[in-house]
């Protein structure tokens, strides 16, 4: 059976061993076409939830009725609905939340969204369905919004869409994150300027979330001129972020990792088809791999080899580690 829309547990740093849920599925649908974007290029960019994404709850439920015949579940610490898009682009996500919630009660729901869509009250309103919503914010300027994020044409300016993460904070009572990427270009625009990091800074403290995640795209980017934040630097902009947040509230990539954990299945079967399915969504590293699937480091080599050889995947190298990637068309 091909499942479409569970994959993982993937390793993410944020969440420990995540669940991936897909509402999306491929091709890849967005409303953003983000530059550092790890999916690649988006195919469908769509500014609002559409009829034409028909991922259901039965579509979810069955395939997770087949994955929970293969995983332990205590290999699972968040179930993560995230995947080839934009999550809350899908007009079913309130009654696939729902639905999974009835027969995942006892995990943490997180969902990953770009803010893009949370000025809709029916989107606010499905989002009332998860513990932790991780909302991204790389920009406070228009201008670079535009440039980092290239939202499609009826995507509200950067005032609407933060108009639009206020209010949703008014509404919910969960978690709520906020995920800035922090990067430079060799077309020498960036978010980690004073003048912009300023006004970033200024826009989530007035968002004032629970959480604030400092991150920099440490896989491989959609576009080359994309450069990563270094280590020194995401610490310089944490203690900026320190001015207005306490040391608990910030989250750093690099600091904070809960990626090397290892995860069991009950059947090890079809090995090759389930790294795919972890490829579909993110690149990995091998390591990452070993952990996801509850394989020692040299099988988990001898699985990416072999994905190499057949034409499924390539090498890519980004930011001194080597990452396994899916060869396009991704998802
Ligand atoms: S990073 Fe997220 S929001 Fe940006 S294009 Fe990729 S899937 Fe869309």
Request: hydrophobic fraction near 40%.
């Amino acid at each position: 059976m091909t499942r479409r829309t569970i994959y993982g547990p993937v390793p993410s740093w944020r969440f420990g061993r995540s669940l991936g849920i897909d509402v999306i599925v491929a091709p890849k649908t967005c409303s953003f076409d983000c530059i550092y974007c790890q999916l690649g290029k988006t195919i469908n960019k769509i500014a609002e939830p559409s009829p034409n994404l028909c991922i259901d709850e039965n579509d979810v439920l069955r395939d997770l009725e087949d994955y929970l015949l293969q995983i332990d579940l205590k290999s699972i610490d968040v179930i993560t609905f995230s995947g080839c898009g934009e999550p809350t682009l899908n007009l079913n996500l309130k009654a696939i939340a729902k639905a999974i919630r009835k027969e995942l009660p006892d995990f943490p729901f997180v969902i990953l969204t770009n803010s893009s869509t949370l000025n809709i009250d029916s989107v606010r309103d499905a989002l009332q369905e998860f513990d932790i919503v991780c909302v991204k914010l790389d920009a406070a300027s228009d201008e670079l919004f535009r440039r980092i994020n290239r939202p499609a044409n009826d995507v509200p300016s950067i005032n609407g869409v933060l108009e639009g993460i206020k209010r949703f904070k008014e509404e919910f009572s969960g978690e709520l994150r906020v995920q800035s990427m922090f990067l430079k270009t060799t077309y020498n625009f960036s978010n980690m300027n004073e003048e912009e990091l300023s006004k970033l800074i200024e826009a989530v403290a007035d968002i004032d979330p629970d959480v604030v995640q400092l991150c920099t795209p440490y896989r491989p980017a959609s576009e080359n001129f994309v450069m990563q934040a270094s280590p020194g630097e995401l610490i310089a902009i944490c203690k900026k972020f320190r001015n207005y947040f306490a040391r608990s509230r910030i989250w750093v990539f690099g600091l904070h990792d809960k990626r090397d954990v290892i995860v069991k299945w009950r059947d090890k079967s079809a090995l090759e088809q389930k790294a795919l399915s972890l490829l579909r969504r993110r690149p990995c590293r091998i390591v990452d791999i070993s952990n996801a699937l509850g394989i020692n480091y040299s099988k988990a080599k001898f699985i990416a080899d072999l994905l190499v050889e057949k034409g499924f995947a390539e090498m890519k190298f980004s930011n001194g580690e080597m990452f396994l990637r899916v060869k396009l068309p991704i998802c």
